[in-house]
């Protein structure tokens, strides 16, 4: 089982970590409130049970986000994270659309698979715009 959890950071919370880990859940952990989050206790929870952890003491707001996103991608199917991203876009940016298909608002599969590739611990080059319109033309795409 994989489970996403955004808590305290604290020894209550290794604990808690710990009794998942040891029913064989697979944990990726991220800050609910980066000014209560223990850097010993989220370096721990990693070292120690080799959950994925997304915490660190004073985060900004960004950061916080970031993080949040690192946690879900590491146990979410990617389609799924495409989805939820999907609707969090059209709750914050106040869209509605009539019935129909819509295609996935543009950036989102990409932040998805580059939050997976980061969690995972793989780096990725940017693409030149040579490579974008080959890969965005469907006239000289393969």
Known sequence: ???????????????????????????ALCASNSLSTKGDVAAA??????AAVFAVHGADR????RQVDAALATVMDLTFATQALAVQHLATAGVTLGPGVHPVPAGIEERVARHKLAALGVGCDDLTAEQESYLRDWRIGS
């Not at 089982?1 to 020894?11: Q, S």
């Not at 929870?45 to 080799?50: P, T, V």
Request: proline residues 0%; hydrophobic residues 45%.
């Open 1 to 27: 089982m994989r489970i996403a959890a955004c808590l305290h950071v604290t020894t209550e919370t290794a604990n808690l970590c710990r009794a998942l880990h040891a029913g064989g859940a697979e944990l």
């Open 45 to 50: 929870i990693h070292d120690e049970l080799g």
């Open 62 to 65: 960004e950061t916080f986000y």
